[in-house]
């Protein structure tokens, strides 16, 4: 059974940077896509950006224009979403998600396994 837990957020000023790590365990992540999602407070949870090992894709380009990263550290069965320059429309609960197979999608619906997710606020 997948079992996904994020860590890594908090409180940020705006322009400050944060890393936020999903912990795969149960299965080989190295045999799944991990989508990071984000949630804004009453609305739809939307695709950020997802990791496989044969590519990765960036979704909600415009908001994040580059300021955000995604990369693997499968020795640490670990998914890894960086956030430079943060601000502070990017305050939202921030959850991974995993499907087995390689490829990506934007689409929420299309992943089994979630996080708890971990809370991102931005906020001077």
């Known amino acids: 059974q997948v079992q996904l837990v994020e860590s890594g957020g908090g409180l940020v000023q705006p322009g400050g940077s944060l890393r936020l790590s999903c912990e795969v365990s149960?299965?080989?992540?190295?045999?799944?896509?991990v989508g990071w999602f984000r949630q804004f407070p009453g609305k739809e949870r939307e695709a950020v950006l997802c990791?496989?090992?044969?590519?990765?894709?960036?979704y909600v380009e415009d908001s994040i224009e580059g300021r955000f990263t995604i990369a693997g550290d499968y020795t640490r069965s670990t998914i890894l979403l960086q956030m430079y320059n943060l601000e502070a429309g990017d305050t939202a609960t921030y959850s991974c998600?995993?499907?087995?197979?390689?490829?990506?999608?934007?689409?929420?619906?299309?992943?089994?396994?979630w996080g708890q997710g971990t809370q991102v606020i931005v906020s001077s």
């Open positions: 149960g299965v080989n992540v190295r045999d799944y896509a």
């Open positions: 990791y496989s090992s044969t590519r990765s894709s960036a």
């Open positions: 998600s995993a499907n087995p197979g390689p490829a990506c999608s934007g689409f929420a619906a299309a992943y089994e396994s």
